[in-house]
């Protein structure tokens, strides 16, 4: 059973607009959430965080919004670069200890120049 | 800069060939882990490991094995490869309590005739 759902497969946005990347979860003993970005050829790399005890967590252009009551996480990008096309994976996890991450299955997102 | 190594980028086998991935990290990190990405199914956990001589079976095991007899190096083995297993593997590290910032290598994708 999925514990965490990335439920677009795909996503096209014009260059300069917004980008918003949806994730789900049901495991309510998951507390911290996770954007992995990932290019063709190349392993996944590490984008931004949130602990379940904030509800945002922004860098530069991307922010990451909980809602826990919801079991819902977004991912927003703005403004939407060229260079930003790439499968973005949400994960999460009981705790930053050693419990493995929990993946979704990704979302390609195609930035349109 | 964190490296994560993975022996090839790409791998062609035949059926019923003992296939060895080598993956090598070197930041001192203490988990290891081996996923494997398909289209459509995101990233999957096959088998992680907290320390040396340590391992632990992920969401899908079945068919592969792994060894650690070095805290830097962790090996995924495919004891017979079967055309199921073909596949793009991708091994990460972290530290022990930062389980979730994982940093990944570039993956090998391995094609199983």
């Known amino acids: 059973d999925q514990q965490v759902k990335q439920n677009s497969p795909s996503l096209s946005v014009q260059e300069g607009r917004i980008s918003i990347l949806n994730c789900d979860y049901t495991?309510?003993?998951?507390?911290?959430f996770l954007w992995y970005k990932k290019y063709p050829a190349e392993g996944p790399t590490f984008l931004i965080s949130i602990s379940s005890i904030k509800d945002k967590n922004e860098d530069g252009r991307f922010t990451v919004f909980l809602n826990k009551s919801a079991k819902h996480l977004s991912l927003h990008i703005v403004p939407s670069q060229p260079g930003d096309s790439a499968v973005y994976f949400c994960a999460a996890s009981e705790g930053p200890g050693n419990t493995p991450l929990v993946f979704g299955k990704g979302t390609r997102l195609s930035v349109i120049a | 800069d964190v490296k994560v190594t993975q022996s090839s980028r790409y791998l062609v086998k035949r059926t019923g060939e003992k296939v060895f991935l080598e993956c090598v990290q070197d930041?001192?990190?203490?988990?290891m882990f081996w996923y494997r990405q398909d289209p459509g199914l995101g990233l999957r956990l096959i088998y992680f490991?907290?320390?040396?001589?340590?391992?632990e079976k992920g969401d899908i095991p079945e068919g592969y094995s792994v060894s650690r007899e070095k805290k830097e190096r962790f090996s995924l083995i495919l004891e017979s490869a079967s055309t199921n297993q073909t596949s793009m593997y991708l091994c990460a590290s972290s530290f022990l309590r930062q389980s979730d910032t994982q940093y990944f290598g570039p993956g090998t994708r391995l094609t199983v005739l």
């Open positions: 930041m001192d990190h203490e988990n």
């Open positions: 490991s907290y320390d040396v001589k340590m391992k």
């Open positions: 495991n309510s003993m998951f507390d911290y």
